[in-house]
């Protein structure tokens, strides 16, 4: 793995919310895991339909859970950032019903099955860990079926914004309420279910109601968080970020 250890270290955060992992935990996953890989923007990580047999740690950048259907329409499902382990779902089961892809360009590290398989057999606590990350993802991926089903569009967009900001914040890759997006107009379309226009729009009327600074670029500054959230009905308590300390 990585000669620079600080590259984790947006991981070891999310991991340490189970309970801060011990020295000979952390070294024998930091083990198991690859050097850094880059991953292009596009790049296809694991085809939908397909059986993988590693999962992937995203180290920088952003990456999309996408469904194809049979016409070749997209949803992009579920985002991941840094310190995310994008298809550690994938360790248990069989073929995946969606394609994993870089949405920016990425740097990645994976770690094979089998040794994840390993990994949590010697060190129970550890595996306890990582379930409690796909549960977190699970709990998001909840709250998304309301957003999409029970918010407008401008909530929708309000939403994404403060749950991005949020978790790339508890990372330590963001703060002062500025970040980066990471994400295309038309991308954000493809997770909330909204065209390109549409998002522009809503980018537009947030700008002018004083909630968000967005540029081009996609940097974003939240000028109102208490506004914002309270227009996306935002609350961060199912992402976890207290945490659960083992007794």
């Not at 930091?30 to 740690?57: C, D, K, N, W, Y």
């Not at 994993?100 to 398989?117: E, N």
């Not at 939240?222 to 309270?230: F, H, K, T, V």
Request: glycine share 6%; charged share 25%.
């Amino acid at each position: 793995m990585p000669q620079n250890p600080s590259i984790l270290d947006p991981f070891l955060r999310r991991i340490t919310r189970y309970g801060p992992p011990s020295e000979e935990e952390i070294s024998a996953l930091v083990a198991v895991l690859t050097p850094p890989a880059a991953a292009p923007e596009g790049h296809e990580m694991i085809r939908q339909f397909t059986h993988p047999r590693i999962s992937t740690l995203l180290l920088s950048g952003t990456v999309g859970r996408v469904v194809t259907l049979s016409h070749g329409a997209q949803q992009i499902t579920a985002l991941q950032v840094p310190g995310d382990f994008v298809d550690l779902h994938a360790f248990l089961l069989g073929d995946l019903d969606h394609s994993i892809v870089a949405l920016s360009d990425c740097l990645i590290s994976t770690a094979d099955h089998d040794d994840l398989r390993r990994l949590t057999d010697r060190y129970p606590r550890l595996g306890r860990a990582l379930w409690f990350l796909t549960l977190v993802d699970g709990a998001i991926h909840r709250q998304w079926l309301a957003v999409l089903g029970r918010r407008d569009a401008v909530a929708r967009v309000g939403f994404l914004i403060c749950e991005l900001y949020t978790r790339i914040k508890d990372v330590g890759l963001a703060q002062d309420n500025r970040f980066e997006l990471g994400l295309t107009q038309v991308q954000i379309a493809d997770v909330l279910g909204l065209s390109a226009v549409h998002v522009n729009r809503v980018a537009q009327a947030l700008r002018r109601r004083g909630l968000v600074s967005w540029d081009r670029y996609g940097h974003v500054e939240i000028r109102d968080w208490d506004a914002l959230a309270e227009l996306a009905e935002f609350d961060p308590a199912y992402l976890q970020l207290e945490g659960r300390r083992e007794p």
